[in-house]
């Protein structure tokens, strides 16, 4: 609420000094004694303001409120407001007894002209002083009781936190309290003085953190006349237009984010904020090589932290302009507010300022002070606080309760470019960045000259990463405000330096530092900035004189510079420093290596160094490298030639006669490079200097020679040094010194000097080498020169003369009688390269026919093996260019030469096509006979005469060859080739079977193709014993059988035709069974469906029984219908398995089944890896055989039933072997039915029986092992035992599922009657007929197979079969107990063993479980019997798995290990609607009693009770063993055949 603007009269004043000039009081402050100096920045303290504070303190109350400006204004306790100067004196004192009820003062702030200032008390005042005078302009006082409920002011009792004076207005200013009200106030002087207050934001807007309000810059911008505001909360951020009207013009609500900002994370809420603004600051822009220097600014910014983010925010005004450019007629620009930069401190931002454009000041709430210069998003730490802490104001804590960080706002104050800051009640400290002269300054007294040149260097080159003062900073490469910044630190630079030199090497130094690092770093550093200054004056003059005072501190500036001249930073070294590193590097061979790589990278001018120094010290030090670009600098590229070639040539010699070879005072080993490799060897250099020299380059950077001119020369120059330009040698004997240099380079290594001429002769530069060759001059000639005429010169490419030189010397060297100039090697890579290079080059020159001759008797006469490609390769070249003119002379020469492709072209050119072609097989490389294919082809499709009988007598001459090189490639050579036909060629193959046998395989089973690939045979790898699982029960057909193809019992339109005859296939199957009989299966089942029959299934019978390949013969009997024969015969092999199996196990007993026998010895030795991994193999063959003859099952049930349901009479019990006799029983569909019914299930049935009989001799073989048998066989017998009952419950799965409802053709009832009957005649009959079978049948127990049988069962439970299945036990078989024991499963009743805590009243659970027995057969209550732990950990797992501790499930089966139990476990359902389907005599409202008397106890006999029935007897004290168990009494009235006793069973 406002208050009439009275004038108050102050309690104190003095008369205020004229002298305002706030440059003029700070400036003898500077010099003040330092107290605390970082880096960058000086914390001084005003000593005198500061030892006048207790005395106003005393005088005038504790200081609260700090603000600075030409004088300082403090805030005190008692509610007063002292002015004083930076002195200490006091201005005035500004009070009344009517403000000391405000209470203390909580902000200040200095108007513009800092004449007036405003103040807020803790009690909600606000008044606005004119300290001059000493009179209140206004008072706004908080809202009253009384107050209208409109009406706009501060809470009474909430302290005033922020207060600012908005632009340069003394009648405009803002408050904001700590309870989130922020006011603006608006003085109004007219006739009376009145006063108008908005409200900004009220404490909806959430905790206020700071208002500021855009202050005026020193550039007039339209934003002046707006009065922006801006008000942060912890909630958003809002900027308000206050001048002409309060509107809003921005707002950005606070989002908690985890996407990097810069290099840090914001991830909490802030409970600390600031806020700063920068107003627009004028520049005056740097001139161009375009524009001339123009005056410009900076638009206003804001600043704002949010916790430790940092926004901020740039001001664009959008003017509306016409067509020219200019605003149009009075309408103001809109402001709009673009995000320019997000930074993330290191902490909460506790406070910020900016300092001056584009740098801001802000401090963490661990009071670390920060510069973060916007424009380069570059941060730097430059001090911790000063050494006294600061206290903040925590006013937002105080008025909400939220533990906010305190505001630094009313003790931290920025006034240009300086920092105030009040350290507790007594110090006041003054800190400032400091500029980059002080910080140079700094570090010299110091005596970091290091570091001093170092940050100048930085300063140069403006890549300090740190915040500059005093230097301007460029916007662009090039701009005035670079030079200038160059100009002012390049002197500083040089000086820095030659004071550092002379602090470190001057004598009369107290601290003259002598280690080499320090040396090493002033070096390093001295010659970094004279790289940075462009001018290496300093370095090579006074930095070098210093350091050349002594050897040591000399190499140690040469080792420093060594890295700039290797990256090409240095390129050039005056003559004494090139000296000096020639003689200081010239001691150890690692320095030699050093020196060469220097030498290098040198640019060494003629004229600037010393060459004879240099070059003795290469030819002393062996840096050929150096050695050669020296004078090829020098414009003498000869000379290196001549003296490299010596040199190689002498370290040849050094290496032959096995010594090294001293050069100097180190020998050539030494100069080896760790790899091995010696770049500097002189047969190295040479090549490489020939290449690019000769091409026109520099050696060894390999830049092109400017100019061309002299490129053209140098080349010219070195060709005609090794190839001299001679027509004919002058006499017999002078090739050793006309080719000299050749000869030398040949020495040194033939075939790297042929791949330096490759290399220079594709270069397009050769094409500008002319040379003249100039004819030779005999004495006759000389001496009647005047009486004839002279020959003209000839100017020749540098091509032609490379080929002109190097076939004179061959033929010279060939000729030589001596044979000591070239190897017969040479002469044959030199003889192929020219020619090859005459013919690729030069096609259309014919050679004379002398010319042909000497070529053609050197390449075919020359014995050398190893160019004999490279020779035959420029022969065929030389033959096609230059034709000779009888080619029937050549064949037996060429055919000596061992040159087949020549020999070829001849056959050819002589049409001798056979001839020809055998050329290919005769050939001494295996990878020429392929191309004879493709020559039969194209021999056979041309049309020259009789090419095409040619070649079809060649391929029955050499069928044998033609197979064993290539079978596919003839096949399909055969069929290109009209004249030929396959018959022929397999008649002709009749005396070699195996060719026989490779060819029709490739005619009749080529390999698969990406299109069509024809299967494999079953033969996957055999895991090993812990690798297997158990056979996963209740899956899909296929997953479980053998797949026999049976496509031709179903009409396919699609299907391939054969272009073969029978007796083809039929042939080449005989054959396969000899030589490859895995292939038969895959090849049957890929041409089973051919059309026409491709073999009769008899053949493929017989055939296959006769070679014993069983697998065909399985698919045979299939094909055929004989069923039974396919099952014996897999079963006759598993028999042969199952011995070996006994036989892997190492015991001398093996094929004994007598417990007697086994236990009379002691038991066999430890297994051997050998052993285990051959049971394995075995037991995996074994179970392969089972799943076939699962699939020999559910293939009958298939084609039996297929043909029973549309025409009897085809298939009867034996297949075809008594068509009559089945014919005649057939005499209705309902009797073949029954027929094919029988046969099915005598098929699975001896399936069953053979099966349990492996299982059942292992299981007795186990059980009679003594017990001091080996650890090894027991594990062994087990591993058998487990996988026969997997292979049991296999045949098991398969058999439950083709007795499904969809087949009535298999009983499961008639096999299971058939398995128990102990006097069964086919039963016995099977016993007497197998006695010596390792898979006899025994008689089994019902129990027994009910167990089995469960484990099958339980699965289809989980496959959601088990209604299906339940019907069919139900309605079609005798077991109906099984029924009721999948009911079980989720109905029955386990005694649980802790049953004896009680089973909520049950007689039974408190009885011995094991006493219980069945009233009929006394058979013992089927329990699991394993231990209590086992059952507790089981109860436990289950119900972890089904989150449900009340669990229903019964568990009557173990399997043998835990993974196998939990996977069956987690494949139960425990859904509602299942449990509803089982128990269809159990309401869903009956509870829990009608759900008991569904539950059924069952025994091991298969009888069951009612389990209220068992506990009634059990309540009466009655053993089930000693009385029969009475009807139940429920089912008394119930008829005799669903009664509880004989009911079930």
């Not at 822009?285 to 926004?311: C, F, M, N, Q, V």
């Not at 005093?470 to 100009?487: C, E, F, H, T, V």
Request: some cysteine; charged content about 20%; aromatic content about 8%.
């Amino acid at each position: 609420m406002d208050s009439d603007t009275v004038p108050s009269t102050p309690r104190s004043t003095q008369e205020p000094t004229p002298e305002t000039e706030y440059e003029s009081r700070i400036a003898n402050l500077d010099s003040t004694p330092t107290q605390f100096t970082t880096e960058y920045f000086s914390w001084r303290q005003l000593a005198d303001m500061s030892g006048r504070l207790p005395e106003l303190a005393e005088q005038f109350g504790a200081v609260t409120a700090l603000c600075l400006g030409d004088y300082v204004a403090l805030g005190t306790d008692t509610g007063l407001v002292v002015v004083t100067d930076y002195l200490g004196r006091t201005k005035a004192a500004l009070g009344s007894p009517a403000t000391a009820a405000y209470g203390p003062v909580s902000t200040l702030a200095f108007s513009t002209d800092h004449l007036v200032l405003v103040a807020g008390y803790a009690q909600g005042f606000v008044v606005v002083w004119d300290w001059v005078k000493g009179t209140t302009v206004s008072v706004s006082r908080p809202l009253q009781d009384s107050d209208k409920p409109d009406a706009a002011g501060h809470p009474a009792g909430t302290a005033i936190t922020f207060a600012a004076f908005v632009g340069a207005s003394k009648h405009r200013y803002i408050s904001g309290s700590s309870g989130g009200h922020v006011l603006y106030h608006h003085i109004i002087r007219r006739l009376l003085t009145t006063m108008n207050t908005s409200q900004l934001a009220g404490p909806d807007s959430g905790i206020l953190f700071e208002a500021a309000a855009l202050p005026y810059g020193s550039h007039k911008c339209t934003t002046d006349d707006m009065g922006l505001v801006a008000i942060l909360t912890d909630t958003s951020l809002t900027i308000v237009k206050t001048r002409h009207g309060v509107e809003q013009q921005y707002r950005a609500s606070y989002q908690i984010s985890t996407k990097p900002v810069q290099k840090r994370t914001v991830v909490k809420r802030p409970y600390a904020g600031c806020v700063s603004w920068l107003p627009a600051l004028g520049y005056r822009r740097p001139a161009t090589a375009t524009d001339p220097a123009e005056p410009d600014y900076t638009p206003p910014k804001l600043a704002y932290s949010w916790g430790a983010s940092i926004h901020i925010l740039a001001i664009q005004l959008d003017y509306n302009v016409s067509g020219n450019g200019t605003p149009m007629g009075s309408v103001p620009p809109r402001v709009q507010f673009e995000r320019e930069a997000e930074w993330t401190a290191v902490g909460d931002v506790v406070f910020c300022r900016w300092i001056e454009a584009g740098t801001l000041l802000y401090m963490t709430q661990s009071q670390r002070m920060f510069v973060l210069e916007t424009a380069l998003a570059q941060e730097t730490e430059i001090c911790a606080s000063p050494p006294g802490s600061i206290a903040g104001r925590p006013w937002v804590t105080l008025a909400t309760g939220v533990e906010a960080e305190p505001s630094y706002a009313q003790v931290i104050s920025v006034y240009k470019r300086r920092v105030f800051a009040l350290c507790g009640a007594a110090s006041l400290y003054i800190g400032r960045l400091l500029s980059w002269t002080e910080r140079l300054e700094l570090l010299v007294e110091r005596g970091q000259f290091i570091d001093a040149i170092t940050l100048a260097t930085g300063f140069y080159q403006e890549r300090t990463g740190q915040v500059v003062v005093g230097l301007p900073r460029s916007r662009r490469p090039g701009d005035a405000n670079q030079k200038k910044r160059q100009a002012l630190v390049g002197s500083r630079l040089a000086g820095l330096m030659r004071s550092a030199l002379k602090r470190m090497f001057d004598a009369d130094h107290d601290h003259r530092p002598n280690t080499e690092p320090e040396l090493h770093a002033l070096a390093s550093i001295c010659i970094q900035a004279c790289l940075a200054l462009g001018s290496l004056q300093i370095l090579f003059s006074d930095v070098f004189e210093c350091y050349s005072t002594d050897s040591a501190h000399q190499f140690v500036f040469l080792e420093t510079i060594e890295p700039f001249i290797l990256s090409g930073d240095i390129t050039h070294l005056p003559p004494q420093i090139l000296n000096a590193m020639v003689d200081s590097y010239g001691t150890t061979p690692p320095l030699i290596r050093r020196l060469g790589g220097i030498l290098m990278c040198l640019n060494l001018q003629h004229g600037e160094f010393d060459v004879d120094r240099v070059l003795s010290s290469c030819r002393k030090h062996r840096l050929w490298r150096t050695f050669a670009r020296v004078w090829l600098s020098m414009g003498d590229p000869i000379a290196p030639i001549t003296s490299i070639i010596a040199a190689a040539s002498q370290t040849n010699r050094s290496r032959d006669s096995n010594s090294g070879q001293t050069v100097g005072e180190l020998t050539i080993e030494h100069l080896v490079g760790d790899d091995g490799f010696d770049d500097e060897a002189p047969d190295v250099v040479i090549f490489d200097y020939l290449d690019m020299v000769i091409r026109g380059r520099y050696y060894p950077d390999n830049q092109p020679i400017q100019p061309q001119s002299r490129a053209e020369k140098y080349s010219t120059l070195v060709a005609q040094l090794v190839f001299p330009p001679i027509e004919t040698l002058q006499a017999q004997g002078s090739e050793q010194q006309t080719f000299a240099t050749l000869l030398a380079l040949l020495g040194l290594g033939t075939e790297r000097l042929l791949d330096t001429l490759k290399h220079v002769l594709s270069d397009p530069f050769i094409g500008y080498i002319n040379i003249i060759v100039k004819p030779l001059s005999t004495t006759q000639s000389t001496q009647d020169s005047d009486r004839m005429l002279r020959r003209p010169s000839q100017v020749k490419s540098l091509m032609q003369i490379v080929v002109d030189t190097l076939h004179t010397l061959t033929m010279a060297a060939y000729t030589d009688p001596a044979g000591q100039m070239l190897s017969a090697r040479q002469i044959g890579q030199l003889t192929s390269f020219a020619l090859t290079l005459y013919a690729t080059r030069f096609p259309l020159i014919y050679l004379t026919d002398e010319t042909m001759a000497e070529w053609s008797d050197v390449l075919l006469r020359l014995d050398d093996v190893a160019t004999r490609a490279e020779r035959e390769c420029a022969f065929e070249l030389l033959f096609k260019l230059n034709p000779p003119r009888s080619y029937g002379d050549y064949i037996d020469r060429v055919r000596s030469a061992g040159f087949f492709r020549v020999l070829e072209h001849i056959y050819y050119t002589l049409e001798q096509y056979e001839n020809a072609l055998r050329t290919f097989l005769d050939h001494p490389d295996f990878t020429q006979h392929r191309l004879v294919f493709p020559a039969m082809k194209e021999l056979g499709a041309s049309k020259r005469p009789n090419a095409l009988e040619c070649t079809t007598s060649f391929a029955l001459n050499s069928a044998t060859e033609l197979v064993e090189v290539d079978a596919d490639s003839f096949v399909e050579t055969v069929a290109a080739i009209a004249s030929l036909d396959h018959g022929k060629i397999i008649d002709t193959l009749s005396t070699r079977p195996q060719l026989q046998f490779a060819y029709m395989r490739s005619l009749l089973d080529p390999a698969p193709d990406a299109l069509s690939q024809s299967p494999g045979p079953r033969t996957g790898p055999v895991l090993s014993a812990d690798e297997r699982s158990p056979p996963n029960i209740g899956l899909s057909e296929e997953q479980h059988m053998v797949v026999y193809p049976l496509k031709s019992l179903v009409p396919d339109d699609s299907q391939p035709t054969n272009r073969f005859s029978q007796a083809y296939h039929e042939r080449y199957l005989e054959l396969m069974c000899q030589y490859s009989p895995s292939g038969v299966l895959p090849y049957l089942k890929k041409h089973a469906d051919l059309s026409p029959e491709p073999f009769r299934l008899t053949y493929v019978q017989s055939v296959c029984g006769k070679h014993g390949v069983s697998d065909g013969l399985v698919w045979a009997l299939v094909r055929l219908g004989d069923f039974s024969g396919a099952l014996q015969t897999l079963l006759q092999q598993t028999d042969q398995e199952i011995e070996s199996i006994k036989a892997a196990v190492p015991d001398d007993r093996a094929g004994s089944t007598f417990a007697q026998d086994i236990a009379a010895e002691p038991g066999p030795p430890a297994l051997t890896e050998a052993d285990r991994e051959r049971l394995t193999d075995h037991l995996g063959i074994a179970a392969h055989n089972i799943d076939g003859c699962v699939g020999v099952c559910r293939a009958a049930l298939a084609k039996l039933g297929k043909d029973a349901d549309l025409q009897p009479g085809n298939y009867l019990g034996q297949g075809a072997s008594s068509p009559t006799a089945n014919g005649a029983a057939a005499r209705s569909q309902s009797d073949y039915r029954s027929l094919v019914s029988a046969q099915l299930c005598d098929l699975w049935l001896a399936l069953l029986r053979r099966t349990l009989g492996y299982l059942h001799t292992t299981n007795r073989t186990l059980d009679a092992l003594p017990p001091g048998a080996a650890t090894e066989t027991r594990e062994a017998w087990q591993l058998v035992s487990k996988r026969q009952r997997w292979m049991l419950q296999s045949v098991l799965d398969a058999l439950i599922f083709a007795a499904s409802p969809a087949s009535s053709f298999i009983s499961l009832r008639a096999i299971i009657q058939q398995l128990i009957t102990t006097s069964s005649t086919a039963a016995a009959t099977e016993n007497n007929n197998n006695t010596r079978q390792s898979g006899a049948a025994r008689s089994l127990d019902i129990t027994e197979i009910q167990h089995l049988l469960a484990v099958a069962v339980s699965a289809y439970k989980t496959e959601a079969q088990l209604m299906a299945l339940t019907n069919v036990l139900v309605d079609y078989d005798l077991f109906t107990t099984f029924a009721q024991l999948v009911r079980s499963q989720k109905q029955g009743w386990r005694v649980a063993p802790d049953s004896a805590q009680g089973t909520g009243g049950h007689a039974l659970a408190s009885r011995d479980v094991g006493d219980l027995c069945c009233a009929k057969c006394h058979s013992p209550l089927f329990v699991d019997r394993r231990q209590e732990h086992a059952m507790a950990e089981l109860r436990r797992q289950t119900a972890q798995y089904y989150e449900s501790s009340a669990l229903r499930v019964l568990d009557l089966h173990v399997f043998e290990d835990r993974d196998a139990q939990w996977q069956w476990m987690k494949l139960r359902t425990d859904s509602t609607a299942y449990d509803r389907l089982l128990g269809q005599n159990t309401h869903a409202g009956a509870g829990a009693a009608a759900a008991a008397d569904a539950q059924v106890v069952l025994f091991k006999c298969g009888h069951g009770f009612h389990r209220h029935c068992v506990d009634g007897l059990a309540a009466k004290g009655l053993a089930a063993a000693d009385a029969p168990l009475p009807e139940c009494a429920q089912c008394a009235d119930a008829p005799a055949s669903v009664r509880c006793i004989g009911a079930i069973g």
